[in-house]
């Protein structure tokens, strides 16, 4: 690990040098300051700034940026009112670490490539312009839409998928004040510029998740991986599902390990909304959904599994 | 880069922590407090040999500066129990054979002793039916639960079974 000054900080504040890096739960940042992917010159430890409060919010609920992981999942009005983030942040690495880690810092969190965490291979996202291992190396954990010839990795979370499909906004503090960014634009594609993340600027400080009045109908979280337990997803798929005289009234679905943000697709939504389910038209919105996809050897298998992965949630959300 | 101190509370004694913030809480505890009963195995976070109890709650040792730790009170296994005056878990992982080499043991009894106050206070788990619902304490929730600690061995049937032993025995005084 390189060399470091290290301040606590009483509020929730932008960074305001380059080279400044803000730490809560340390969970992920940590894990790559010994690997030297990240190498902060100063952390800024945020993790006895406050924002550590679900409160009532417009109906819905606001979670504060520096609520941890398991104190979300254990929350009863999130459990009763939207049981899909429940059981997407439990599916999701272990106790001990959903302990420390915290909502803001969840979603910043960085990929599990295993060449971006590798400093003696080429990763366009650690050193932009160095070329991707990825394309032609190990590639059965990456992502296979949204790609770019410079970077398949997936963003490998868990949480900000039902964050998605929820349709939560992040509530961002920079210089010139407070702004709004729903969930499903807060990360990006990689285009040519792989090495950010997510639309979050360096000036710029996640203060809370806010979740609108909970949606009726079903909610579920399928996660798919390598163990039954404590690893990454291959494919994952959160549900908000709403059937009404025998026909789906609204839909909405996001997809983890598919891309290098949480995949949500209007079109697959469309197909699905106002028809009656069927396998037919699960298969229908799966190739909508998959139209696109493109493995690189490793990952073909996840084009399949995607589609049986959402052809399983929507048969379980629909039965009566 | 300075010299930074801070105090922590290690198993009810003030302890001072001085010097690279670099530096672990696992690191301090094992080499500054000479506190070898926490391990250090991965030292990223992915097999729990490293966990202590902070505040309540269980975390990996290994991902926490010891810096940031001021103030925090840190349970370690040697004060879960000692070899004189063993604590029950520990009497049951001996009872159960929960362990054969031993390395992953002192963070699966500090993880477990967190565990069990965490299913006493209804949190649910990933194999909970209904998320809403009070969590049934079936070996399928145990074994979610201990899910952040590996053990290289395979002891994980004996250390399912030296849990649950605690867990009626607490029930039934």
Known sequence: MRPFDYRRVADLQPVDQPGDRLIAGGTNLLDLMKLEVEAPRRLLDISRAGHDRITAHEGGLRIGALVTNADCAADPRIRADYPLLAKAILAGASPQLRNKATTGGNLCQRTRCQYFMATDTRCNKRQPGSGCDALQGVNRNHAILGTSETCIATYPGDMAVALTALDATVEVLGQDGTRLIPVAEFHRLPGDDPARDNVLRDDEVITAVTLPEPAAGRQSYRKIRDRSSYAFALVSVAAVIELREGRIARVALAFGGLAHKPWRDPQTEAILTGRPPSPALFDQAADALLAKAKGRGGNDFKIALARRALAAVLTEATEE | ?173
């Open chain 2, 1 to 173: 880069m300075a010299t930074q101190s801070a105090t922590l509370d290690v198993n009810g004694e003030a302890r001072e922590f001085q010097g690279d913030p670099r530096q672990t809480l696992l690191d301090f505890l094992r080499l500054d407090l000479k506190l070898t009963g926490t391990k250090k195995g991965c030292d990223h976070g992915q097999c729990g040999a490293c966990t202590v109890i902070v505040n309540g709650r269980r975390i990996n040792s290994c991902l926490s500066l010891a810096i940031m730790h001021d103030g925090d009170q840190i349970t370690t296994i040697e004060g879960i129990g000692t070899p004189e005056n063993l604590a029950a878990i520990q009497r049951a992982f001996v009872s159960h054979d929960g362990f054969q080499c031993g390395y992953c043991t002192p963070g699966q009894i500090c993880s477990a002793t967190a565990m069990l106050k965490e299913l006493a206070a209804g949190w649910p788990s990933a194999v909970t039916e209904a998320v809403a619902d009070t969590p049934a304490p079936s070996d399928k929730e145990l074994r979610e639960r201990m899910s952040g600690n590996l053990c290289r061995c395979g002891a994980y049937s004996n250390i399912i079974a030296a849990i649950r032993e605690v867990m009626q025995s607490e029930k039934g005084t």
